[in-house]
């Protein structure tokens, strides 16, 4: 069973994200903002993560710069409202590995959580 870690500060999009997940066999831990998620991440050592941008303490980018200069590296999915190309890219350029942009179809957050899954291998490599 995988892990994903959902670090969001909207609890809605939380219960939402992790009901439709653990009806899929995903074990699910949750975090309300950044500064949570880092400490959700060094606990539970997920298997991908989904997160915001917009959250309070550290948002989204913080987080994800954190995460990145972290030895171990896990798939990160950005879920935000933040369509801009300018933050587009700049999620990708802190190593930002998929990005959905809301309202968002939670048949796509799966595509790309098994997208991340099967690259996991490749990058332990």
């Not at 899929?24 to 831990?29: E, L």
């Not at 999915?77 to 300018?86: G, N, R």
């Not at 939670?106 to 099967?118: G, N, P, R, T």
Request: net charge negative; glycine share 4%; proline share 5%.
């Amino acid at each position: 069973m995988s892990k994903i870690l959902l670090v969001d500060d909207e609890k809605d999009a939380i219960d939402m994200m992790k009901e439709f997940l653990s009806a899929r066999d995903f074990s699910i831990v949750t975090a309300l903002d950044g500064e949570e998620g880092l400490s959700q991440f060094e606990k539970e050592k997920p298997d991908v993560i989904i997160c915001d941008i917009k959250m309070p303490k550290k948002d989204g980018f913080q987080f994800l710069k954190e995460l990145r200069s972290s030895k171990d590296w896990v798939p990160v999915i950005m879920v935000t409202a933040l369509a801009e190309p300018v933050n587009v890219l700049k999620g990708y350029s802190l190593e930002a590995d998929y990005y959905l942009t809301k309202p968002i179809n939670l048949e796509d957050v799966l595509k790309a959580i098994m997208i991340m899954l099967s690259l996991i291998p490749l990058r332990k490599k």
